[in-house]
């Protein structure tokens, strides 16, 4: 059984909004800090943004800074990911992943070490 499920995806508008779902246990994200990677057709994989296990300190990639916002609800056992302003470049697939290496450096939350099983979901935005 994979450890972690994602939902939300779909096709959307550029300017548009959706929101990404990880449904995993209690157990893992009370544990571990959780993470969203994307890849689109033709390009290496992006760390777009995680959260620690606490649901106090994130990171956002550059890309996606002040449009994302990640966040966990611990009575649902879901990390989720808005997504608002989105453009054709935030078109691919989404994961949500397990971080196996968190810390804090100045303030910054740095995440290591993607963990991803699950089916992911496709993300599509264009006219």
């Known amino acids: 059984q994979v450890p972690l499920e994602e939902s939300g995806?779909?096709?959307?508008?550029p300017?548009?909004?959706l929101r990404l779902s990880c449904k995993g246990s209690s157990f893992i994200l009370g544990t571990y800090?959780?993470?969203?990677v994307r890849q689109a057709p033709g390009k290496e994989s992006e760390e777009v943004s995680c959260?620690?296990?606490s649901g106090e300190n994130s990171y956002y990639a550059?890309?996606?800074?002040?449009?994302?916002?990640i966040s966990k609800n611990d009575a649902e056992a879901t990390v989720y990911l808005q997504m608002n302003s989105l453009?054709?470049?935030?078109?691919g697939v989404y994961y949500c992943a397990t971080i196996q290496s968190i810390?804090?450096?100045?303030?910054v939350l740095d995440c290591k070490g993607y963990d991803y099983e699950g089916q992911g979901t496709q993300v599509t935005v264009s006219l």
């Open 9 to 13: 995806g779909g096709l959307v508008q």
């Open 15 to 17: 300017g548009g909004s």
């Open 33 to 36: 800090g959780i993470g969203w």
């Open 51 to 53: 959260i620690s296990p």
């Open 62 to 69: 550059t890309s996606v800074k002040g449009r994302f916002t």
């Open 87 to 91: 453009k054709p470049d935030d078109t």
């Open 103 to 107: 810390s804090l450096r100045g303030g």
